[in-house]
């Protein structure tokens, strides 16, 4: 967080050094619009669900056994006997710590894949910006702007698509 509101500090300095004459060499992206816009976007969700859907599948079925052994714990726990009340404990710890790795590892392919999206747009975005002659680019959602030839969103997303 450090870093971007670094960033966008010395991007606005950089806009008031500039001046007005250097205004036509800054662009503006909105780079969420574009990851929200990629065909991509969709292939790579479906890809995901398609990867994960049989573990997903898995933990539903174990997670009603679950529900229902922390009933049996909160209804008979405290006449059970203690081999059996721990071996219940057990099976819950086991089954969450199932659905935590599952949680953790889903987390982590997105992630990747957002990460290659991301990279994909900072190239197009790089690309448009030394073809259209801009010295700086900065996203939309870190400066105020009133040009919106500045704006070089759309045409970054005809760039990744």
Known sequence: MK????????????????GVQAADKIAVV???????KMPERETIAKQL???F?????????EEKAAQDKVKKLQTSGAS????????????????????AAFTQDSRRREAEEMNKLVAKVQS???T??????????????????AN??????????????
């Not at 919106?148 to 698509?161: C, M, P, W």
């Open 80 to 99: 059970m006997k203690a081999a059996d009340r721990t071996k219940i404990e057990n099976d819950i710890k086991a089954f969450q710590q199932k659905a």
């Open 3 to 18: 870093k971007w509101l670094c960033a966008a500090g010395l991007g606005l300095a950089m806009v008031a050094a500039a």
């Open 49 to 51: 669900e398609t990867e």
């Open 148 to 161: 919106a030839e500045n704006d070089i969103t759309e045409k970054v997303l005809t760039q990744v698509k």
């Open 30 to 36: 909105d780079v969420m619009s574009i990851l929200q």
């Open 124 to 126: 197009a975005v790089k």
């Open 128 to 145: 448009v910006a030394e073809k259209e002659g801009y010295a700086v680019v900065v996203k939309a959602d870190a400066a105020f702007y």
């Open 53 to 61: 859907k049989s573990r997903a599948t898995a933990l539903q079925k």
